[in-house]
């Protein structure tokens, strides 16, 4: 191998190194993100249930108020049919207004029986409110741990992280232009290694076979060949020495 290309090969393989460090900071820092996005999710799920929760109590509120209005307008209906009680002319009248009296009277202690139902049943969704809302909050107490490691993680990833990308950037100028163009294009392509050494008579990415007249020109570093199949660029490990 000429001892230019040989340099190139070097670095290129120098960058590739670097740039998987980079890559597993990556990685590591999506976790990180994945982790909170968990919490996240679990929390807007906790506290989902207590707005139901709510919407189901101020519904029972609602529907307690419009009998308590119900029953009002009932009793008030029901005074007046006693005052006309008092001023009933002979004892027909009187009887046909006592007759409305205990009817109304039945038909009030219905939707009396109905306000003590409507009543127990919100005291029930109060209860249950207050039971999903301290879930919720229990929650978000039990995940603040967990949120602070993470955030620290996090920190520590993206400290290391802008290292890599420095070192990674320093190394990348080294490298021949259209070579490291190339280099570049592929891993735009792939999150893997770019630059891969012959495996035997084949790519050792993709492990398709390369030609001979391929691998001897690889073999004696004449050329940074891509392999045909993935396109990886190959060289000969034995090259390096
Ligand atoms: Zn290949």
Same mark, same amino acid.
């Given at each position: 191998?000429?001892?230019?290309?040989?340099?190139?090969?070097?670095?290129?393989?120098? =960058?590739?190194?670097?740039?998987?460090? +980079?890559? !597993?900071?990556?990685? @590591?820092?999506?976790? /990180?993100?994945? !982790?909170?996005?968990? =919490?996240?999710?679990? =929390?807007?799920?906790?506290?989902?249930? &207590?707005?139901?929760?709510?919407?189901?109590?101020?519904?029972?509120?609602?529907?307690?108020?419009?009998?308590?209005?119900?029953?009002?307008?009932? @009793?008030?209906?029901?005074?007046?049919?006693?005052?006309?009680?008092?001023?009933?002319?002979?004892? @027909?009248?009187?009887?046909?207004?006592?007759?409305?009296?205990?009817?109304?009277?039945?038909? +009030?202690?219905?939707?009396?029986?109905?306000?003590?139902?409507?009543?127990?049943?919100?005291?029930? +969704?109060?209860?249950?409110?207050?039971?999903?809302?301290?879930?919720?909050?229990?929650?978000?107490?039990?995940? /603040? #741990?967990?949120? !602070? @490691?993470?955030?620290?993680?996090? &920190? $520590?990833?993206?400290?290391?992280?802008? $290292?890599?990308?420095? /070192?990674?950037?320093?190394?990348?100028?080294?490298?021949?232009?259209?070579?490291?163009?190339?280099?570049?294009? =592929?891993?735009? &392509?792939?999150?893997?290694?770019?630059?891969?050494?012959?495996?035997?008579? #084949?790519?050792? #990415?993709?492990?398709? #076979?390369?030609?001979?007249?391929?691998?001897?020109?690889?073999?004696?570093? +004449?050329?940074?060949?891509?392999?045909?199949?993935?396109?990886?660029?190959?060289?000969?490990?034995?090259?390096?020495?």
């Amino acid at each position: 191998m000429t001892r230019l290309m040989l340099a190139e090969l070097a670095k290129l393989l120098d =960058l590739q190194s670097k740039d998987l460090i +980079l890559l !597993e900071a990556d990685v @590591r820092l999506k976790a /990180t993100l994945d !982790e909170k996005a968990r =919490l996240d999710t679990d =929390l807007e799920a906790a506290r989902r249930e &207590a707005q139901v929760a709510q919407n189901r109590l101020e519904d029972g509120v609602k529907k307690r108020e419009d009998v308590e209005v119900k029953i009002d307008s009932y @009793r008030t209906i029901q005074e007046k049919r006693r005052s006309r009680l008092e001023v009933a002319r002979g004892a @027909r009248e009187a009887q046909a207004v006592m007759t409305e009296v205990d009817m109304a009277r039945q038909v +009030l202690a219905k939707e009396e029986g109905e306000w003590v139902k409507v009543s127990e049943a919100v005291h029930d +969704l109060e209860r249950g409110l207050k039971a999903a809302e301290d879930r919720a909050a229990a929650l978000q107490e039990s995940q /603040t #741990a967990e949120r !602070e @490691r993470i955030e620290a993680e996090q &920190a $520590a990833i993206e400290t290391e992280r802008q $290292a890599a990308k420095a /070192t990674r950037d320093a190394s990348a100028t080294q490298i021949e232009k259209t070579l490291k163009a190339r280099y570049d294009r =592929l891993r735009s &392509a792939r999150s893997v290694a770019v630059v891969v050494s012959l495996r035997g008579d #084949a790519c050792g #990415a993709c492990f398709t #076979a390369v030609p001979r007249n391929r691998r001897t020109q690889i073999r004696a570093g +004449l050329v940074f060949d891509n392999c045909e199949a993935c396109g990886v660029i190959l060289y000969a490990e034995e090259s390096l020495g």
